[in-house]
């Protein structure tokens, strides 16, 4: 499974990145907002540090609008995604991006029907929000496993990005369904690394070190 970072923070991609773990990245206007950037530049910036695709998110709600900026947004650079919701006037701007040559990523998906639409539209990423369906009672988890199935009975080129990623156990049980990639918050990725018994393992390893009264260097 590949690991975007879902973040317009550029010091904390620049950090995860130079561990080799980042495949891409994500954005959203909630992210940009949060950033405190100018989406041109911050995304620039971004897709100069990550050789991967940097998912940029369309405003406009009409498809021609959404066509007009998505345009605006691949200019940035030769990596950008451009990201459009999942309505009907998102699925038109689709398909017309898509037979441009761009990468689409169509986001706030809920259900598996709007899964299918997407990759009939000619979508590279379709992204399930797996957290925001938790959050509401339902199941994050089984949308993934629903569109996974289906995709795989048609061969569906369409990329499963698992978005709205909210946890440790978000990620293992994406990767275990066949994600094809899962963006999470940088503090998600991070805690990836963690475990209890690691750090008690560590612990008993240095008391003993110290027993031995040795120098590696
Ligand atoms: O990847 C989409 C993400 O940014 C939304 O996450 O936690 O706001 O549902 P969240």
Redesign the pocket.
């Known amino acids: 499974m590949e690991l975007f970072v879902?973040s317009a923070d550029v010091e904390a991609i620049a950090e995860l990145n130079a561990l080799g773990v980042v495949d891409g990245v994500?954005t959203?206007p909630?992210?940009i907002l949060k950033s405190g950037r100018d989406i041109l530049e911050v995304t620039k910036e971004i897709c100069a540090i990550v050789k991967g695709p940097v998912s940029a998110e369309v405003v406009a709600l009409e498809a021609d609008a959404m066509i007009a900026e998505g345009r605006r947004l691949a200019k940035i650079a030769d990596n950008i995604a451009i990201k459009l919701p999942l309505t009907w006037e998102g699925l038109k701007a689709c398909r017309a991006l898509s037979d441009e040559g761009h990468m689409v990523n169509v986001?706030l998906c809920f259900s598996a029907n709007q899964a299918l639409l997407a990759a009939k539209a000619g979508a590279s990423f379709v992204?399930p929000?797996i957290?925001?369906l938790d959050?509401m009672n339902a199941d994050g988890m089984s949308l993934i496993a629903d569109i996974r199935t289906i995709y795989d009975n048609y061969g569906f080129r369409t990329r499963i990005l698992a978005?709205?990623?909210?946890s440790v156990n978000h990620m293992s049980q994406a990767a275990l369904i066949g994600a094809d990639v899962a963006?999470a918050?940088p503090a998600v990725i991070k805690a990836m690394a963690n475990h209890p018994l690691t750090d008690k393992g560590l612990d008993g390893f240095l008391r003993d070190w110290a027993e031995t009264g040795q120098k590696i260097l």
């Open positions: 879902d994500t959203n909630s992210l986001t992204s929000f957290g925001r959050d978005a709205s990623v909210r963006t918050p």
